[in-house]
């Protein structure tokens, strides 16, 4: 097994490190992930730049954090779920939604589950969206601009999602209470 390291501030390379200071002011730490994504400046700038366009979107930080979630669970990747576990419910997701996601249902909330079963369908349908599913999230309320800003959610979570499967990141001590694991395939 390959061994990638979870760089710092400190020991990161030099083009990688203001991306880990914008990361530990807007989180409070580094991220495990993106100390691991910051081996390369390419990825850790790709990632922030797409970061920051999906939270400057028109999409709420619950919703946000749905979309994350759902595709954690959906790409079997373990710390991008307890990560976005962790901020879904500081966002206020209702826990009993969080719970779903987590065991690959919809949540209870209209709103959320239409964003939840889109994301899902992009992922499980590589963007070939049926027009059915399409359907179903706009008549949930979003229109087809946020249709297409879930797909730049979904490229985010897919960064950390397959940089987490590849480097398996330790889990911070504060979501360890969150860990999940896929399900056996």
């Known amino acids: 097994m390959f061994s990638y390291p979870v760089h ?9 490190r203001p991306v880990l200071q914008q990361l530990q002011q807007t989180f409070g730490l580094i991220p495990n992930v993106a100390g691991t994504m910051a081996a390369s400046p390419v990825l850790i700038k790709a990632f922030i730049g797409v970061f920051e366009r999906v939270h400057a979107s028109s999409l709420t930080e619950p919703q946000i954090q749905t979309v994350l979630l759902t595709n954690a669970v959906a790409n079997a990747s373990e710390w991008p779920v307890a990560f976005h ?8 997701v209702h826990p009993a939604d969080v719970d779903a996601i987590r065991h690959g249902a919809l ?15 992009l ?3 590589r963007g070939h969206l049926a027009e059915s599913d ?7 309320g979003f229109d087809t601009a946020q249709m297409l800003e879930v797909i730049a959610v979904v490229a985010a979570s897919t960064i950390t999602n397959y940089t987490s499967s590849i480097t398996r990141p330790p889990l911070e001590a504060q979501f360890e209470a969150l860990a999940w694991h896929a399900p056996a395939a």
């Open 8 to 16: 710092t501030i400190d020991t990161a390379p030099a083009q990688s």
């Open 85 to 92: 576990t962790a901020l879904a419910l500081k966002e206020g």
């Open 107 to 121: 949540p209870n909330d209209a709103s959320l589950a239409a964003l939840s079963a889109l994301a899902r369908a």
């Open 123 to 125: 992922i499980d349908k």
């Open 134 to 140: 399409q359907k179903r999230f706009l008549e949930a």
